[in-house]
């Protein structure tokens, strides 16, 4: 047999059909995702009050974006900890296992923080939470196992969606349940809704984790390869990369951790991973605390109920957005242009912020023009949300195979978890002290954010051409096709 290599056995012109997508088990998967903003962000919108109710900060209102980020990332330095422990586990023991005491762990956390009427107990429910919660890489594992080269970035693009559906949901659920004697005083008139008032949006928030448990547990199939009960077809659950009969691929073990993190292609994908997740939490936390903190501080001066409502609108306008635009555009434009292309927006979306302050100076009051900024802020952030579907793929597809998926997602998860952990605390502790001191105008703390963007920007084009990739696995597939025919 004599293969030509000049000509390609597959023509670029020639279309690669798409694989179904599991639509049930993937529905699963998304569910119990969904539990992760609603358990981790609920607390955004009413922290601020918290601190101030507890006396911690001795009366000073500019000392709040301290203790505030502390217990905003506390959730993420223990998740950063123990994270890549639990994906590691889950290539051994199986996926499903990890989510279900993950789910309990969410669920008893945050009855804790609800019942937490002293500091110190808010920063053991959080630590609590954080520890047992490995959830978020195991269920990209899972994703990463049951798509293929075909739909991953179809599958990949409803995270976003998710999460920013949840991200909205959650914060509206704490502001708006939160002090409901206040708000209903005749079906909340007890002493002990007085004494807890943020109790109410807790136990929502741990009953909904307790729902996704048995959830998880009743339904959800388990798509480890060596730790299926039964035999699920190939079709439904094809090998990572495309590499249908990949030679040894059904033996294989998870790649020693070393390896990984000295493999290029590996490291750049988290390294992306890991500044966009700094920069997009820096943003989040930063939102609610800007929105919220009085007009002469340097804030708009809303109130939690007017924030809940903007970022609930936002939530589901951004997923409608997501759904229609991010898998189309990474069809159109691929992987690495898109990502390029869309964390530019970031530049825009954080300017924004002292403008806003600068105009309501002027004006004295949340009028139309603060209003139409909120909104163009909001639409900036939906087009920086579609870079997360992106680099999804190129950390699922950075794995050198499917055995390997969940520690190759602890690895990124665990880097941008420390990403999270530190940057609540960090900007938001830099706001209170580019307001306390007026650095910079009172804009250092986005001086800063602009600073990381320009090491993401220059990061992003360093990210392989994934299309060039899958076209040169999918010749040497067809390739080994012909070799076996011909002999």
């Given amino acids: 047999m004599t293969v030509d290599e000049a000509n390609p056995l597959l023509g670029d012109s020639q279309a690669v059909t798409k694989t179904p997508l599991p639509k049930t088990q993937l529905g699963l998967v998304l569910f119990v995702l969904f539990t992760e903003p609603m358990s981790a962000q609920y607390i955004f919108l009413f922290i601020n009050q918290l601190i101030r109710e507890l006396g911690v900060t001795g009366g000073d209102n500019r000392k709040i ?8 990332s506390l959730f993420y330095v223990t998740q950063a900890l123990t994270i890549l422990s639990w994906s590691r586990l889950s290539d051994h023991v199986g996926h499903k296992p990890v989510l279900l005491v993950g789910l309990m762990g969410l669920s008893v956390s945050n009855l804790c923080f609800g019942l937490s009427r002293m500091f ?75 004494q807890y008032p943020y109790f109410l949006p807790c136990v929502v928030s741990a009953s909904f984790a307790a729902f996704s448990f048995f959830i998880t547990a009743l339904f959800l199939e388990e798509s480890q390869p060596s730790k299926r009960r039964r035999k699920i077809p190939r079709a439904e659950i094809p090998p990572i990369n495309g590499l249908v009969g990949t030679p040894g691929d059904e033996d294989a073990s998870p790649v020693p951790i070393r ?12 390294a992306n991973y890991s500044i966009l997740a ?31 409502v903007c970022m609930t ?49 002027i004006q004295n009051e949340v009028g139309p023009v603060i209003w139409a900024l909120i909104l163009v802020q909001l639409l900036l952030w939906a087009v920086v949300d579609m870079a997360y579907a ?12 499917k055995h390997s998926l969940g520690t190759m997602n602890g690895l990124s998860q665990t880097a941008t978890s420390i990403a999270r952990a530190i940057g ?36 992003s084009r360093r990210l392989p051409e994934l299309k060039e990739d899958a076209r040169c696995q999918e010749k040497l597939v067809h390739s080994r096709q012909s070799m076996l025919q011909d002999t």
């Avoid at 974006?65 to 905003?72: L, N, P, S």
């Avoid at 390896?259 to 988290?270: D, E, G, N, Q, R």
């Fill in 65 to 72: 974006g301290y203790y505030a980020g502390v217990i905003e």
């Fill in 120 to 194: 110190w107990a808010l920063v053991a429910s959080r630590c609590i939470a954080g520890a047992l919660n490995g959830n978020v890489g195991v269920m990209k594992s899972i994703i990463g196992e049951i798509t293929d080269d075909t739909n991953m970035a179809q599958a990949f693009a409803l995270i976003p969606i998710t999460f920013s559906v949840g991200a909205s949901i959650a914060p509206f659920i704490g502001g708006s349940l939160a002090k409901p004697h206040d708000r209903w005083p005749e079906l909340f008139s007890g002493s002990f809704w007085v």
């Fill in 259 to 270: 390896t990984l993190l000295k493999t290029y292609s590996v490291m750049i994908a988290i």
């Fill in 278 to 308: 700094l920069v997009n939490i820096g943003f989040f936390a930063l939102a609610p605390l800007f929105y919220t903190t009085p007009v002469e501080i340097g804030g708009l001066g809303l109130s939690p109920f007017a924030i809940g």
């Fill in 313 to 361: 609108v936002f939530g589901i306008g951004n997923g409608l957005f997501q759904m229609l635009f991010t898998a189309r555009a990474i069809d159109c434009f691929g992987e690495k242009r898109m990502f390029c292309s869309v964390v530019l927006a970031f530049f825009p979306m954080i300017s924004t912020f002292p403008i806003m302050n600068w105009v309501i100076r």
């Fill in 390 to 401: 992106v680099i999804f793929v190129f950390v699922t597809r950075a794995s050198p195979n």
């Fill in 424 to 459: 609540p605390a960090t900007f938001t502790s830099l706001f209170a002290l580019s307001k306390e001191y007026n650095l910079l105008g009172g804009n250092l703390v986005y001086v800063v954010l602009l600073i990381l963007l320009c090491l993401l920007v220059f990061l």
